[in-house]
């Protein structure tokens, strides 16, 4: 008899990082098969056999190559390749994950098509619409049929837009089940031949900088702004930013010097990153997947942003929402470097079992 079958649906590297744990829960339970679905929404030469080997699962089992373009027409292709996909074998469910464009499409094909979409980190609200993640978030949420929710806001949130509570579940973090399981690998790892490893024997005392929302790194008025926190952070520390080549090109025709002790490298593969920022003093970051990671393995966070639509690294973790104002996005700096950042705990559920939770959760309700 052929057990159920779940496509994974991913579209971006930090994807990856979020379906790689349910990969290896779906292996370990056996109830459930599983297709890993690769929209090709970011081309991304990193994501190789060995970033899929980092990750402890197997290249993707169908390529879509959709691509880049705008919104509307990454969205575009992305239904009409997957429609194309679910037309030759029906899923018994369409599992999608965060806030993507593929997140978006595919959700909209299967639910159309008569699929259940089970959506994985539903429920998070920035309340800001201008960024495209929190609509895509949005209407993700609007037609799911299953909500695996990563914090207590989440289920807030759902229950406000009138949501069956019986649906929506509170298992924890895919993501933070991913870094717990690659720091761990770290440990017995050889990172000698990784570029950071020599910059960490180099400087043992530095900051983290990933920035690369348009707010911060599009315009040089917003540039400056940026410069002048950086400048002034490596007055205290050496600081490392691993830098998107767009941003790196709008530096450079903004005639913005950093200075001498920010290094700027390009970015880097998952483990690479990793092995950098778990040990840094300060991570500076406008990432809503770092606000999460660093509080899962305790390291002191400055968010640049004036809204998070993860709350509880602020309430109960070690992430700082700083605004954007370079004053007081300084002040909290210098606050963690002098040591007086915030303690911060793990989230009860953060555990590194979300993976397992879900598939619990599901494989009943598909009739496996």
């Known amino acids: 008899m052929n057990k159920p079958l779940i ?31 690769h929209t090709g929404q970011h081309f991304d030469r990193e ?48 599992l999608v994950v965060g806030d993507v464009n593929s997140t978006l499409a595919c959700s909209i094909v299967a639910k159309k098509a008569g699929i259940p979409v089970a959506h994985v980190e539903a429920g998070l609200r920035s309340g800001d619409m201008a960024m495209p993640e929190e609509i895509n978030r949005l209407v993700t949420d609007a037609i799911s049929d299953w909500f695996f929710v990563t914090e207590p806001s989440g289920l807030e949130h759902l229950r406000r837009e009138g949501k069956a509570m019986d649906a929506v579940f509170d298992v924890g973090h895919v993501m933070v089940d991913n870094v717990l399981y690659q720091a ?28 690369h929302r348009p707010s911060n790194v ?36 903004s005639g913005i010097d950093l200075g001498p002790n920010v ?32 509080t899962a393995l305790g390291v002191p966070c400055v ?12 309430d109960e973790g070690t992430n700082i929402l700083a605004g954007t104002d370079p004053a007081t996005v300084l002040a909290a700096c210098l606050q963690v470097l002098a040591g007086q950042g915030k303690a911060g705990r793990r ?22």
């Open 47 to 94: 994501m190789n056999e060995v970033f899929f080997d980092e990750l402890g699962i197997p290249q993707p089992d169908v390529r879509l190559g959709c691509g880049g373009g705008s919104h509307a027409e990454q969205t575009g292709k992305i239904m009409l390749a997957y429609e194309q996909l679910v037309s030759e074998r029906k899923p018994a469910c369409c």
């Open 347 to 368: 989230p009860a559920l953060w555990d590194g079992k979300a993976a397992e939770r879900i598939v619990d959760i599901l494989a009943p309700r598909l009739g496996a």
């Open 218 to 253: 599009d315009g040089v008025e917003n540039l400056q702004r940026v410069a002048g926190v950086l400048r002034r952070v490596a007055e205290q520390v050496t600081v490392v930013f691993p830098v998107h080549p767009r941003t790196r090109k709008n530096l450079e025709s």
């Open 7 to 37: 496509h994974l649906v991913a579209g971006a590297r930090p994807n990856f990082m979020k379906i790689a744990p349910l990969v290896r829960a779906l292996q370990s339970d056996g109830r459930l098969d599983f297709m890993i679905v």
């Open 303 to 314: 968010t640049m942003r004036d809204n998070t639509e993860r709350p509880i690294t602020v």
């Open 184 to 211: 761990e690998k770290l440990k017995s790892s050889d990172t000698s031949a990784l570029e950071t490893d020599a910059i960490k024997k180099a400087h043992p005392r530095y900051a983290v900088v990933t920035l």
């Open 263 to 294: 290094i700027l490298l390009g970015p880097q593969p998952y483990m690479a990153f990793l092995h950098l920022w778990k040990d840094a003093a300060l991570v500076l970051t406008d990432s809503g997947g770092l606000q999460e990671e660093t």
